[in-house]
């Protein structure tokens, strides 16, 4: 026994330890090596399985075999990690000193123990002292001290994690390394969630203000302060920004916080006031409204009125003038950043892939815009960089390594440092399918991958499984039922067409037998006419040539306009470019479109040959496109047919093998129509047994395609965007989650399909502003960050009360009057009158429980052992009131007219008492004897 000690200690590597049950050596320890070496936390027990299983183990040196064929993976993936089954194991040698470990229930956050991805909700954390989170009550969720940092968790109801930090633009440095820190360690709790990020005051991205559909306020100062500090309520006044999802930022009252485009809230008792902009829109308008009633709701229990004031009215704007002083603090920063601030064009777009820490080495330019999907590899995490005032994006595939996971934000901060960015830029970690629409819109072919097999096996059956297939590309698979990649069509009923050739600055109406006769050099107008009952639906094509100058363009479409204004603005303008004719318009013009080319008709040589192409258009509605091309071997394709007519008047069929047979029938037909006398006298020449007569006639023989290759835009979820005019400044806005109630009667909005855009103006928009539409159009392509080409979209041109089926399905319960404007906002304002006439503010405010207590000084309540008959959340019960007032700064009548968030933060800083996330307990109401005996 003795020589076998001595033999072990004197060996110079440990032995390797091997399990007959396995192939790969396993270890009996609970940690990785791997882990060890990443400095990885231990895991919380609740995110550990019940029983140990086989999962990827480290492979040590002496135990691997450099010639065996393929070594094991070593690596954690993301998916490993997101495993139930996975386990971490360490491999222990004997002689190697490991310390020990400490549990993790004692390193885990208090705060994160009842933490679950099986309760969906919102759950939001503030952190306090040093290092202690607590979490706040339901009526604080969405109200952020300036001075303090938090975290915000949201679970859906697929169990997928949305992680936020928070951190106020006054909080200070320790608070930030911590808030970090802390919300780390819950995303290991976690699992790591779908979406992380690190949010700063003023410049939260979409995925944040998402979360909050109500708006977030900015409140004042910290949570627990001096006394002296707390017991002023300096900021009270509130300027509202953004569109869908609002901030509201806190200033002291001040006549510069005013703007004629935006709205303000001064917080006061009784009365609370909101200042509505001359030029404000009114989707702000009712959202400023809203946000008062959330605060007189929540931080005043609903015992306050609100008074709006109009700038448009003399006498109460200069009356609320009154209240307001010139000296302030108000800066620069309360002007918040918008994603519609940010000009597209002078954003600098890259990605990068990230491998380490050293942004010259680890993270190399990987791709310039135009951006595509495959330039994602799921074993790799990349890094979209748009500029200095947009969210930076890590991306994280599926297969990457877990450091890439635990260390996305840590990089993305290295690499704001090396570029010189604002601190304040969000930084967000997405993982790979649960990328937001701001991430996916840079892409230019950006598809939804079929990972989620669970939707399509609740949603989709053998009998109607084709409304899962998406795909405009492939013939072979149509979308027929789903609401949203459907075709856009139009109401049957008793039709009318007039069509108009625009030559420079006339119109030139066309006879009914020259419809669907058209000049790749010209532009044509299309009014059709659709008679169903006592509704009449008009709409009005624009179809521009191939060979059109593009200055020709811009002038046809101020013509459309223009004739759309004389029928009332009551017509549908479709933008149609030659090549890309909708099935719609192909209906109209009774399923053939016959096209010449400009240069063949005004070639001096009018005994040439001609040669046309004659190929399905739409094989749904048989529609057929004639197209003249130039009579050379290489305007040949084998997916076509061809009618060749030469000056002798003979005519010659050529049919490719891709050809279908309603394109050769058709062929046959149109021999009558280019050629009357050989209709029944022609030749039939068949792809591949061509005579040498045949290519005398076109040239000699070259290469020529073999399909039509049209570039069609995939079909996306829709996008809303509303228009900023700016003087000579055009701006973009993206809303999200959109409804009807976002739209304004005096804007214009952008709703983007990706193949298609739908330009919608309200009633009440100017002239001036209709006029910049085809300028808001075209700056809006030309600055798309997925490179967009114009001519492969489709657009369309709506004006409100006119809306087609197609546009309305958008947007969930569509109504005649659900639209935002001068209606809705005035009824708003009625509805806020008459719940100021139920609301009595002489309702007495002081809770009356200290009566009868027996009264301690405030010395005494500062004390840990407290008399028996003091509750210690609520201290102040048993001051008089003359210690009240010493304490707090204020008298007891006073200080319940404090929002409550003013008073908790008092009774903190005073030391007072602690306000419990169950319950309130500075609004005790004493019902009066009237109210206790009905």
Same mark, same amino acid.
């Given at each position: 026994?003795?020589?076998?000690?001595?033999?072990?200690?004197?060996?110079?590597?440990?032995?390797?330890?091997?399990?007959?049950?396995?192939?790969?050596?396993?270890?009996?320890?609970?940690?990785?090596?791997?882990?060890?070496?990443c400095d990885s936390p231990p895991r919380a027990p609740s995110a550990l399985p019940d029983r140990l299983v086989?999962?990827?183990?480290?492979?040590?040196?002496?135990?691997?075999?450099?010639y065996s064929s393929k070594r094991p993976s070593t690596s954690r993936t993301y998916l490993s990690s997101l495993?139930?089954?996975?386990?971490?194991?360490?491999?222990?040698?004997?002689?190697?000193?490991?310390?020990?470990?400490?549990?993790?229930?004692?390193?885990?956050?208090?705060?994160?123990?009842?933490?679950?991805?099986?309760?969906?909700?919102?759950?939001?954390?503030?952190?306090?002292?040093?290092?202690?989170?607590?979490?706040?009550?339901?009526?604080?969720?969405?109200?952020?001290?300036?001075?303090?940092?938090?975290?915000?968790?949201?679970?859906?109801?697929?169990?997928?994690?949305?992680?936020?930090?928070?951190?106020?633009?006054?909080?200070?440095?320790?608070?930030?390394?911590?808030?970090?820190?802390?919300?780390?360690?819950?995303?290991?709790?976690?699992?790591?969630?779908?979406?992380? &990020?690190? %949010?700063?005051?003023?410049? @939260?991205?979409? +995925?944040?203000?998402?979360? =909050? #559909?109500?708006?977030? !306020?900015? /409140?004042?100062?910290?949570?627990?302060?001096?006394?002296?500090?707390?017991?002023?309520?300096?900021?009270?006044?509130?300027?509202?920004?953004?569109?869908?999802?609002?901030?509201?930022?806190?200033?002291?009252? &001040?006549? %510069?916080?005013?703007?004629? @485009?935006?709205? +303000?809230?001064?917080?006061? =008792? #009784?009365?609370?006031? !909101?200042? /509505?902009?001359?030029?404000?829109?009114?989707?702000?308008?009712?959202?400023?409204?809203?946000?008062?009633?959330?605060?007189?709701?929540?931080?005043?229990?609903?015992?306050?009125?609100?008074?709006?004031?109009?700038?448009?009215?003399?006498?109460?704007? @200069?009356?609320?003038?009154?209240?307001?002083?010139?000296?302030?603090?108000?800066?620069?920063?309360?002007?918040?950043?918008?994603?519609?601030?940010?000009?597209?064009?002078?954003?600098?777009?890259?990605?990068?892939?990230?491998?380490?820490?050293?942004?010259?080495?680890?993270?190399?330019?990987?791709?310039?815009?135009?951006?595509?999907?495959?330039?994602?590899?799921?074993?790799?995490?990349?890094?979209?960089?748009?500029?200095?005032?947009?969210?930076?994006?890590?991306?994280?595939?599926?297969?990457?390594?877990?450091?890439?996971?635990?260390?996305?934000?840590?990089?993305?901060?290295?690499?704001?440092?090396?570029?010189?960015?604002?601190?304040?830029?969000?930084?967000?970690?997405?993982?790979?399918?649960?990328?937001?629409?701001?991430?996916?819109?840079?892409?230019?072919?950006?598809?939804?991958?079929?990972?989620?097999?669970?939707?399509?096996?609740?949603?989709?059956?053998?009998?109607?499984?084709?409304?899962?297939?998406?795909?405009?590309?492939?013939?072979?698979?149509?979308?027929?039922?789903?609401?949203?990649?459907?075709?856009?069509?139009?109401?049957?009923?008793?039709?009318?067409?007039?069509?108009?050739?625009?030559?420079?600055?006339?119109?030139?109406?066309?006879?009914?037998?020259?419809?669907?006769?058209?000049?790749?050099?010209?532009?044509?107008?299309?009014?059709?006419?659709?008679?169903?009952?006592?509704?009449?639906?008009?709409?009005?094509?624009?179809?521009?040539?191939?060979?059109?100058?593009?200055?020709?363009?811009?002038?046809?479409?101020?013509?459309?306009?223009?004739?759309?204004?004389?029928?009332?603005?009551?017509?549908?303008?479709?933008?149609?470019?030659?090549?890309?004719?909708?099935?719609?318009?192909?209906?109209?013009?009774?399923?053939?479109?016959?096209?010449?080319?400009?240069?063949?008709?005004?070639?001096?040589?009018?005994?040439?040959?001609?040669?046309?192409?004659?190929?399905?258009?739409?094989?749904?509605?048989?529609?057929?496109?004639?197209?003249?091309?130039?009579?050379?071997?290489?305007?040949?394709?084998?997916?076509?047919?061809?009618?060749?007519?030469?000056?002798?008047?003979?005519?010659?069929?050529?049919?490719?093998?891709?050809?279908?047979?309603?394109?050769?029938?058709?062929?046959?037909?149109?021999?009558?129509?280019?050629?009357?006398?050989?209709?029944?006298?022609?030749?039939?020449?068949?792809?591949?047994?061509?005579?040498?007569?045949?290519?005398?006639?076109?040239?000699?023989?070259?290469?020529?395609?073999?399909?039509?290759?049209?570039?069609?835009?995939?079909?996306?979820?829709?996008?809303l965007i509303v228009c900023c005019l700016n003087k000579d400044h055009v701006s973009f806005n993206s809303i999200?989650?959109?409804?009807?109630?976002?739209?304004?009667?005096?804007?214009?909005?952008?709703?983007?399909?990706?193949?298609?855009?739908?330009?919608?103006?309200?009633?009440?928009?100017?002239?001036?502003?209709?006029?910049?539409?085809?300028?808001?159009?075209?700056?809006?392509?030309?600055?798309?960050?997925?490179?967009?080409?114009?001519?492969?979209?489709?657009?369309?041109?709506?004006?409100?009360?006119?809306?087609?089926?197609?546009?309305?399905?958008?947007?969930?319960?569509?109504?005649?009057?659900?639209?935002?404007?001068?209606?809705?906002?005035?009824?708003?304002?009625?509805?806020?009158?008459?719940?100021?006439?139920?609301?009595?503010?002489?309702?007495?405010?002081?809770?009356?429980?200290?009566?009868?207590?027996?009264?301690?000084?405030?010395?005494?309540?500062?004390?840990?052992?407290?008399?028996?008959?003091?509750?210690?959340?609520?201290?102040?019960?048993?001051?008089?009131?003359?210690?009240?007032?010493?304490?707090?700064?204020?008298?007891?009548?006073?200080?319940?007219?404090?929002?409550?968030?003013?008073?908790?933060?008092?009774?903190?800083?005073?030391?007072?008492?602690?306000?419990?996330?169950?319950?309130?307990?500075?609004?005790?109401?004493?019902?009066?004897?009237?109210?206790?005996?009905?």
């Open positions: 026994m003795s020589s076998t000690k001595t033999l072990t200690s004197k060996l110079a590597y440990p032995t390797p330890v091997y399990i007959l049950r396995s192939a790969r050596p396993r270890s009996r320890a609970r940690r990785s090596d791997l882990d060890r070496l086989k999962s990827p183990t480290f492979i040590s040196e002496k135990t691997y075999k450099p495993s139930n089954n996975h386990v971490d194991i360490d491999v222990r040698d004997p002689g190697v000193k490991v310390k020990p470990e400490k549990s993790s229930l004692m390193d885990q956050e208090p705060a994160f123990v009842d933490v679950t991805k099986d309760v969906p909700g919102l759950t939001v954390w503030r952190l306090e002292g040093k290092s202690r989170l607590i979490q706040t009550d339901e009526r604080d969720i969405g109200f952020f001290h300036e001075g303090a940092t938090y975290i915000a968790l949201q679970i859906n109801e697929d169990g997928d994690a949305s992680l936020h930090y928070w951190i106020g633009a006054f909080a200070n440095e320790d608070h930030k390394t911590v808030i970090e820190e802390k919300a780390h360690e819950l995303d290991r709790i976690v699992t790591h969630a779908a979406i992380f &990020s690190r %949010e700063s005051q003023y410049h @939260e991205s979409s +995925c944040f203000m998402r979360l =909050f #559909p109500d708006g977030i !306020v900015y /409140i004042e100062s910290k949570p627990k302060t001096t006394v002296s500090r707390a017991s002023v309520y300096a900021k009270r006044m509130y300027r509202i920004t953004g569109r869908k999802y609002i901030r509201a930022a806190c200033s002291e009252p &001040s006549l %510069e916080v005013l703007d004629s @485009e935006a709205a +303000c809230i001064l917080d006061g =008792f #009784p009365r609370m006031y !909101v200042w /509505i902009g001359r030029h404000c829109n009114y989707a702000l308008r009712n959202k400023a409204i809203h946000v008062a009633k959330r605060i007189r709701n929540l931080q005043r229990e609903g015992i306050s009125h609100i008074i709006v004031v109009d700038e448009k009215d003399d006498v109460m704007n @200069e009356a609320f003038k009154k209240k307001l002083h010139n000296n302030t603090q108000f800066s620069e920063q309360t002007q918040c950043c918008r994603p519609g601030d940010v000009d597209p064009e002078n954003a600098d777009r890259r990605m990068h892939r990230v491998s380490g820490d050293h942004v010259m080495y680890n993270m190399p330019e990987a791709a310039k815009p135009p951006f595509y999907q495959r330039y994602l590899v799921q074993r790799d995490c990349y890094l979209m960089d748009r500029g200095a005032r947009l969210p930076l994006y890590v991306w994280v595939g599926s297969q990457a390594h877990e450091n890439e996971i635990l260390y996305a934000i840590k990089r993305g901060k290295t690499f704001c440092q090396h570029k010189q960015y604002p601190e304040v830029i969000p930084i967000c970690r997405i993982a790979d399918d649960s990328e937001p629409n701001d991430f996916k819109k840079n892409f230019y072919d950006w598809r939804e991958k079929d990972t989620k097999h669970r939707q399509l096996k609740k949603l989709y059956s053998i009998g109607n499984i084709e409304r899962a297939l998406f795909s405009r590309r492939d013939q072979r698979t149509v979308a027929k039922k789903n609401e949203l990649w459907s075709s856009d069509t139009l109401p049957d009923g008793e039709d009318e067409t007039e069509i108009w050739k625009i030559d420079g600055d006339k119109m030139i109406k066309m006879d009914n037998d020259q419809h669907g006769i058209f000049n790749n050099g010209n532009s044509y107008i299309v009014l059709h006419r659709i008679r169903t009952g006592s509704f009449t639906q008009q709409v009005l094509y624009y179809w521009l040539g191939s060979k059109l100058e593009n200055d020709n363009q811009d002038s046809v479409l101020d013509l459309v306009l223009s004739m759309n204004k004389t029928l009332n603005n009551q017509c549908i303008v479709i933008r149609v470019f030659d090549g890309r004719e909708p099935p719609h318009l192909m209906s109209v013009l009774g399923n053939c479109l016959i096209i010449y080319d400009k240069e063949l008709e005004d070639s001096p040589d009018v005994e040439s040959s001609r040669m046309f192409c004659i190929r399905e258009h739409d094989p749904e509605n048989c529609s057929m496109r004639v197209q003249q091309v130039p009579v050379t071997p290489s305007s040949l394709n084998s997916s076509a047919a061809f009618v060749l007519h030469t000056p002798s008047q003979e005519c010659l069929l050529w049919y490719g093998q891709k050809s279908r047979g309603s394109e050769r029938e058709y062929a046959k037909q149109m021999i009558g129509y280019i050629s009357p006398l050989s209709k029944y006298d022609y030749s039939i020449i068949t792809e591949g047994k061509e005579s040498k007569y045949f290519w005398n006639l076109i040239g000699q023989k070259q290469e020529y395609p073999l399909d039509f290759h049209i570039e069609i835009l995939d079909r996306r979820l829709p996008r999200e989650n959109f409804q009807q109630e976002d739209l304004c009667e005096n804007e214009i909005f952008l709703l983007d399909l990706y193949d298609q855009i739908y330009v919608w103006a309200g009633s009440e928009v100017v002239e001036s502003m209709q006029r910049q539409t085809p300028v808001c159009l075209k700056r809006y392509i030309a600055t798309d960050p997925a490179g967009r080409a114009d001519e492969t979209i489709s657009v369309w041109f709506l004006t409100q009360n006119n809306e087609p089926d197609s546009f309305t399905k958008f947007f969930p319960y569509w109504t005649s009057d659900g639209i935002s404007g001068e209606k809705s906002y005035e009824l708003s304002r009625k509805l806020i009158r008459q719940e100021n006439m139920k609301i009595d503010i002489d309702k007495e405010m002081v809770d009356r429980t200290y009566v009868g207590r027996t009264k301690y000084s405030y010395k005494d309540l500062l004390k840990r052992e407290l008399p028996e008959d003091v509750d210690p959340q609520h201290k102040e019960r048993n001051l008089s009131e003359k210690q009240f007032k010493e304490a707090v700064k204020y008298s007891r009548d006073q200080f319940y007219r404090l929002p409550l968030w003013k008073q908790e933060q008092l009774f903190k800083s005073a030391r007072l008492g602690h306000t419990g996330a169950s319950e309130n307990p500075y609004r005790l109401r004493i019902e009066s004897p009237e109210n206790h005996n009905q």
